[in-house]
């Protein structure tokens, strides 16, 4: 009997009524898994059944009897989370996964960072982040079933300390905008700094900040299509999503025999084979 093929990712993230990605934590992983061309498959959780899920996640990691690999950054638990199967290796947060992934698979090589890397990321956090707030967060609730609606209500709304649709008041929302207009755009531009070599942030060939500025627009544009298309009117940012745009292809791997495995090209969930490539452009899906 022929042996079933394994990839050697299991990636959770988290799910949505479009059954896409939405988390730009996990599309900067998923970004790196397809621009390896690492094998993996997707478990997607329900923003309640996160912590459950990877808490029980410890008795199945032998090597590791501690449990999930915690990054730095991770207070809870948390997307995106990674089973290595051939380590039988558990771990969490978006850096220390990067690190693991490019220690593991070093060819080809993403550099994890850079003094301009560092730069961009550190400012499109505070700017860019701003705007994600008043505009993409509120409206993640659209893309949520019933059941993490109210989950995703309870959480955000004791943080903000007042209703989502607060942020969503058209006049405040602009205000927003306007007050990052100015910051956007000197980030969009740092993003161009190498654009002589090439179209990633460092010339020719993607970084891992190229994957965290692609990852959070790809994130926006499945939230809301209007936030997307405002970002990228900014220098810088639709070019790096573009050159981004082949990694960006969902790669999971079908339980197929070995010596039979091929992925399943997807976009948004879309079979390659389906898509009218019109409709996507030089730096859409």
Not at 36 to 55: A, G, N, W
Not at 206 to 216: E, L, M, R
Not at 268 to 282: L, M
Request: with cysteine; aromatic share 10%.
């Amino acid at each position: 009997m022929a042996a079933k093929f394994e990839p050697d990712i299991v990636l959770y993230d988290l799910a949505c009524t479009k059954n896409v990605c939405f988390s730009p934590t996990v599309w900067r992983i998923r970004l790196m898994l397809n621009y390896k061309q690492i094998p993996y498959r997707t478990v997607f959780l329900e923003f309640p059944d996160i912590e459950p899920t990877l808490k029980g996640l410890k008795s199945f990691n032998l090597k590791t009897p501690s449990g999930l690999v915690l990054g730095g950054s991770a207070s809870k638990y948390t997307v995106p989370a990674i089973h290595h199967v051939p380590t039988n290796t558990y771990m969490m947060d978006s850096t220390p996964i990067a690190q693991f992934l490019e220690s593991t698979y070093p060819d080809p090589p993403v550099p994890l960072t850079s003094e301009l890397g560092r730069e961009i990321e550190s400012k499109a956090r505070a700017v860019v982040g701003m705007a994600f707030q008043t505009s993409v967060m509120p409206r993640e609730m659209g893309i949520l079933s019933p059941r993490a609606q109210g989950y995703f209500r309870r959480t955000r709304e004791a943080a903000l300390g007042h209703p989502l649709e607060d942020l969503l008041d058209p006049e405040k929302e602009e205000k927003a905008w306007i007050a990052v207009g100015d910051r956007m755009r000197a980030v969009g531009e740092l993003m161009l700094t190498n654009k002589v070599e090439g179209p990633f942030v460092l010339g020719a060939r993607p970084s891992y900040t190229d994957f965290f500025i692609a990852g959070s627009l790809q994130s926006a544009r499945m939230v809301h299509e209007e936030v997307f298309q405002r970002i990228t009117k900014y220098p810088g940012y639709g070019e790096v999503y573009g050159a981004c745009l082949p990694y960006m292809e969902k790669k999971d791997w079908a339980g197929r025999t070995a010596g039979q495995a091929t992925p399943l090209d997807l976009v948004d969930g879309i079979r390659i084979s389906q898509i009218h490539w019109r409709e996507y452009g030089d730096t859409s899906e």
